[in-house]
């Protein structure tokens, strides 16, 4: 048997399967997706088998066999790795970077060196020598040892190895390991029924006592028990034990322990709610697709503070009641743990949870109940989409809006397709939840010309539940303040509110938006702006380590007293941070008690829940951060929403600023009154005019959509044209601009046919809307223009029709790839990309 197999190198040359022998000691182990070391020229790589055949096209003699099998149980399934390949064709990228990206880090290939026995033919000329002997047998006694271990032992010996090594007695070789084992911890382990442990409480001296308790323990539980467990119960010592298995009463011995992040942890059962009408009216239909197994999209719009979360568990439960397994994905900060509970609460131990907050063996033993079928639902961040289950009935995804689905880098896929794709695998059915769908997904629920069934089916929430309202929007115009003389950032209506809400014992939450409104250093006198020396962008100021930093590259600076410039003492930083807003809180409302948080507040592991769970519990007035405070939170005393300054989204020139502002307002303003008490929100902006607050005002994500569509077919944009961003950096601009036009006018010329071939279908009466349109903007300097010292720049590919851009692009990249290697400029594709900097 042969196998199809693809090496570890992320490279042009081994972007491709290359056949292997698998030698029969190994054929039971040898699956699709199983991962192996094969010889690789003078090294040993890891790879995934992709495909089994019978026989190969390469010659006999230079066929080599597989070296080893990673795992017993294959990490990939086949259809893990038909995905992958759906993931390197759609987003351009090597296809071992897209199988790499599925498995959970602790699966990463290491490579480390061993040293074994080499040629034994000469043994007998060393035979005299004590030392080469001791040598040679510690090697042999352990088959492999490092280097390190093996100087270690022999310290004074380092020559000698030196020589063994060139002679070839020993051999330094390549072994293909995993970069995180399983945990183990020693466990007793009585005799079956507790036999004999009698008879040997009886041969014990009087004395030993502690060892007396061991038994007497033991006997009373006849089971295996954790050594620490056990020390701790009856309070012995690990020598105690120890002792007794040397006499070969109980035996001791390690085994696998799963590290479980939410062990100790009891989850309150909860059961299914009355669904309200409308809830009933969404549900029916995904439950109807999961149970006839049908593969269908659904896009559930509904309103903050709908209910969506109780109409997915009702889905997956209709899904479990099949006896097949659920995906729920959740942007990574919404992924609470009150979100963890309402689905551990409801599935108890059949959720396993992915997120990147786990240590990487506590989410190699998460992944690992996947494999071995221990549970049935996966929640998780974007990665989770990649869990091995084999029979899938039902993917949700919620805050389907969220730019985090899409990953930055290499693959650089987008969560919702590569779930759309998967689902299409399985026959399985999507839903897409949003109180703000993203106006890709929106554009897919409607009919055209050309497309008589729309690929997703719209299902809609408009009303909270229990008939609770919206909470009404105050728009606050901050240049009307600023012309009564108010220069805080409170405005006085908000400051009012606040103040009500301290007299009330209610809760305020606090948005401000950081993106683009980072603290800054600058000086009053000559204008001049700290930047970063490597990239092309200002440093922010960090109050808490008084440092000036880069948030591209780390370079970090102590804060200036003084300009470089002009030697002025003005200067200082500006922009409202959120430990300014932290400030003025504490000076205008003395006693106030504030939790902030954003990036620097919840580095910390477990950090995030804790100020969650401060908050909730009341031990403050106002919950003040980024993003973070928008998602998915739901507190009861929660009254009262503000946001500081809805523009600072609106000003990064990106084509999506209005949609990104829509749906960040309308999510924190739906914090506000989700329970009892009636809420409200005041948003401060310098552009109240704008549609996109104005829409968010009304709570009419629809208004919103329409006109946003329209601006949109207007320009060309996504959903009615795709993009595809192109950058290109090196450390000399006239070389980059050069090579950035020769790529250009070479992607142009190989476009041409493709689309001269579609103006002739155009011509025999080929409806308009699946004409292929192509279209190259640029090259120009990428908006943030140098990063670590490397200019940029890029173009954007506009489409529309047929994926034959991907095809296009990836011809040129091709082409391209040997000459920009040479020159050592970097090229990286994003297809679909969230933001064109
Ligand atoms: N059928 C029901 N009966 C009673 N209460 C319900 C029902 N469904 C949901 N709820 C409650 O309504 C509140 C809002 O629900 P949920 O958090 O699921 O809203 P959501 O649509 O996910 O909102 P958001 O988009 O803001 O996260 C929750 O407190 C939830 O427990
Ligand atoms: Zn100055
Ligand atoms: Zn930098």
């Not at 949003?434 to 997703?456: C, G, H, I, Y």
């Not at 300054?645 to 749906?663: G, W």
């Amino acid at each position: 048997m042969y196998a199809k197999v693809i090496v570890d190198v992320p490279a042009k040359q081994t972007n491709r399967a290359f056949d292997y022998e698998v030698p029969s000691s190994l054929s039971k182990w040898v699956e699709v997706g199983s991962r192996v070391g094969v010889p690789f020229g003078p090294r040993v790589l890891q790879g995934f088998v992709v495909e089994l055949q019978e026989e190969t096209q390469v010659d006999a003699k230079r066929i080599k066999p597989i070296q080893n099998v990673l795992d017993l149980v294959p990490p990939l399934t086949s259809e893990l790795v038909s995905l992958g390949r759906w993931i390197s064709r759609m987003y351009m990228c090597h296809e071992v970077t897209a199988l790499q990206a599925m498995l959970p880090a602790a699966l990463k290939a290491k490579y480390e060196r061993v040293i074994i026995v080499g040629d034994e033919s000469e043994e007998q000329s060393f035979l005299d020598m004590p030392d080469i002997e001791a040598i040679i047998s510690f090697v042999k006694s352990k088959e492999s040892v490092s280097m390190d271990v093996l100087l270690e032992r022999f310290s004074k010996e380092g020559a000698l190895i030196k020589e063994l090594l060139s002679s070839g007695r020993l051999t330094e070789v390549q072994l293909v390991k995993d970069r995180m084992n399983t945990k183990k911890a020693l466990t007793v382990f009585p005799p079956a029924g507790g036999r004999g442990l009698e008879e040997a409480l009886s041969e014990l001296p009087a004395r030993a006592n502690k060892q007396k308790d061991v038994l007497r323990y033991l006997i009373e539980h006849p089971h295996a028990i954790r050594l620490t467990e056990l020390m701790e119960t009856i309070e012995v010592g690990a020598s105690t034990v120890k002792s007794l298995a040397d006499r070969g009463w109980i035996e001791l011995r390690e085994v696998e322990v799963m590290r479980d992040p939410y062990m100790g942890r009891a989850f309150e059962r909860t059961k299914p709610l009355t669904l309200t009408e409308e809830q009933s009216g969404v549900f029916a239909p995904i439950r109807d697709a999961v149970a006839e197994d049908r593969h269908e999209v659904f896009l559930l719009h509904g309103v903050t503070g709908s209910g969506k979360t109780e109409v997915y568990l009702q889905s997956i439960q209709q899904c479990l009641d099949m006896d097949k397994e659920a995906i729920v994905l959740v942007p990574e900060i919404s992924l609470t743990p009150q979100m963890v509970e309402r689905f551990k609460g409801r599935f108890g131990d059949l959720v396993a949870v992915l997120h990147s907050r786990l240590s990487n063996g506590e989410r190699y033993d998460e992944w690992r109940k996947i494999t071995r079928k221990q549970v049935k639902v996966v929640i998780g961040a974007r990665s989770a989409i990649f869990a091995p289950f084999t029979n899938i009935g039902l993917i949700i995804i919620d805050e389907e809006h969220e730019s985090s689905y899409k990953q930055e880098e290499s693959p650089k896929y987008h969560t919702r397709d590569v779930a759309v794709q998967r689902a299409k695998q399985q026959d399985a059915v999507v839903v897409l939840g949003s109180a703000t769908p993203s106006l890709e997904s929106m554009e897919k629920t409607r009919r055209r010309r050309d497309r008589p069934k729309p690929p997703f089916t719209l299902l809609t929430m408009k009303e909270r539940v229990a008939s609770r309202p919206m909470p009404p929007v105050t728009i606050v115009d901050m240049r009307e303040e600023l012309k009564t003389g108010n220069r805080s950032m409170f405005s006085r209506s908000l400051y009012k509110a606040i103040e009500e809400r301290l007299h009330k014992k209610e809760q305020t939450v606090l948005l401000l938006n950081r993106r683009g409104y980072a603290t800054f250093v600058m000086c009053r006198t000559c204008g001049f702006v700290s930047q970063c020396p490597h990239c092309d962008i200002s440093l922010t100021y960090h109050q808490s380590s008084h440092a000036l930093r880069c948030h591209y590259c780390g370079y970090a600076e102590r804060e200036v007293k003084e300009c470089p410039s002009c030697q002025s003492e003005h200067i200082r930083h500006f922009g409202t941070g959120t430990q300014r807003v932290e400030e003025e809180l504490s000076k205008i409302f003395p006693g106030i008690r504030v939790i902030r948080m954003d990036v620097d507040t919840t580095t910390e592991k477990g950090s995030h829940e804790k100020w969650l769970t401060m908050f909730r519990e009341k031990q403050a007035d106002v919950l003040l951060g980024t993003q973070m405070v928008a998602k998915g939170l739901d507190f009861p005393d929660v009254t009262l929403v503000g946001v500081i300054a809805a523009d600072t989204v609106l000003n990064i020139p990106d084509f999506r600023s209005a949609e990104r502002t829509f749906q960040l307002l309308t999510q924190v303003a739906g914090r506000a009154g989700r329970h009892e008490k009636q809420g409200e929100v005041f948003v401060q902006t310098y552009t109240p005019e704008h549609y996109s607050v104005q829409y968010a005002s009304h709570h009419d994500y629809i208004a919103f959509a329409n006109h946003e569509m329209d601006i949109r077919a207007n320009l060309g944009y996504p959903p009615y044209q795709r993009l595809i961003l192109i950058t290109f950096s090196h450390e000399q601009v006239p070389l980059l601009v050069r090579m950035a036009e020769a790529f250009v006018t070479r992607l142009k010329e190989i476009a041409l046919p493709y689309t001269r071939q579609q103006v002739d279908l155009f011509s025999e009466a080929v409806s308009m809307d699946s004409s292929f349109h192509f279209d190259v903007l640029g090259p120009v300097a990428s908006p943030i223009s140098r990063i670590k010292d490397r200019y940029r720049f890029q173009c954007v590919v506009k489409y529309r029709g047929e994926d034959l851009a991907a095809e296009i692009v990836g011809k040129t990249v091709a082409w391209f790839e040997e000459r920009s290697a040479k020159e050592k400029l970097l090229v990286s594709v994003d297809v679909d990309p969230q933001y064109l900097m």
